[in-house]
T-cell receptor
Framework: AQRVTQPEKLLSVFKGAPVELKCNYS??????LFWYVQYSRQRLQLLLR??SRESIKGFTADLNKGETSFHLKKPFAQEEDSAMYYC???????????FGTGTKLQVIP | DTGVSQNPRHKITKRGQNVTFRCDPI?????LYWYRQTLGQGPEFLTY????????KSRLLSDRFSAERPKGSFSTLEIQRTEQGDSAMYLC?????????????FGPGTRLTVL
């Protein structure tokens, strides 16, 4: 069965510390992977997608097909990074995007 | 504001009543999605439309839920005979293109409370 797992419900780090938000998926084929973010009192929005290979707000995400993981990383956390982060694989075609349960990132000043 | 809009933003109803929510997507977007989100969970897929065609409906949805997008623009989600378990945030999103792999733009959500 297709599944996406974000093992941490809450991740607390100090400002300036590295951040890694974990995402593991079990999908057949090669899904496209997204990270969405929801800041306090704001709408859910796209942060980045692996196909674009961009760094957005200092975040990057590496797709590891062997480990079926798509962890989100940032070398130095900022207070404004505090938010809910959702990993979302997309199998392709007319199939739907599935959202993980989310990880709340709390950056401590 | 050219983003996705949802009305109402909050709805409180008594168990057994019917409720209807509206979503206005970004005007040029042909895909429209409905999700439900409860505390501590990610958005859970309910259904989606490509233009006016409803292409998929979650098997988790009971027959009490129905969605329409009659002219391929706005959409409505109706819940009949509401139950306390229907209390949740209902999110709408829209995107362009033929597949679901394009960026989805989310609305602010409608928070439903069933007493």
């Amino acid at each position: 069965a297709q599944r996406v797992t974000q093992p941490e419900k809450l991740l607390s780090v100090f400002k300036g510390a590295p951040v890694e938000l974990k995402c593991n998926y079990s999908y057949s084929g090669s899904p496209e992977l997204f990270w969405y973010v929801q800041y306090s009192r704001q709408r859910l929005q796209l942060l980045l997608r692996h196909i674009s290979r961009e760094s957005i707000k200092g975040f990057t995400a590496d797709l590891n097909k062997g480990e079926t993981s798509f962890h989100l990383k940032k070398p130095f956390a900022q207070e404004e990074d505090s938010a809910m982060y959702y990993c979302a694989p997309y199998p392709g075609g007319y199939q739907k995007v599935t959202f993980g349960t989310g990880t709340k990132l709390q950056v401590i000043p | 504001d050219t983003g996705v809009s949802q009305n109402p933003r909050h709805k409180i109803t008594k168990r057994g009543q019917n409720v209807t929510f509206r979503c206005d997507p970004i005007s040029e977007h042909n895909r429209l999605y409905w999700y439900r989100q409860t505390l501590g969970q990610g958005p859970e897929f309910l259904t989606y439309f490509q233009n006016e065609a409803q292409l998929e409906k979650s098997r988790l949805l009971s027959d009490r839920f129905s969605a329409e997008r009659p002219k391929g623009s706005f959409s409505t989600l109706e819940i009949q005979r509401t139950e306390q378990g229907d209390s949740a945030m209902y999110l709408c999103a829209s995107s362009s293109g033929q597949g679901a792999g394009n960026e989805q733009f989310f609305g602010p959500g409608t928070r439903l409370t069933v007493l």
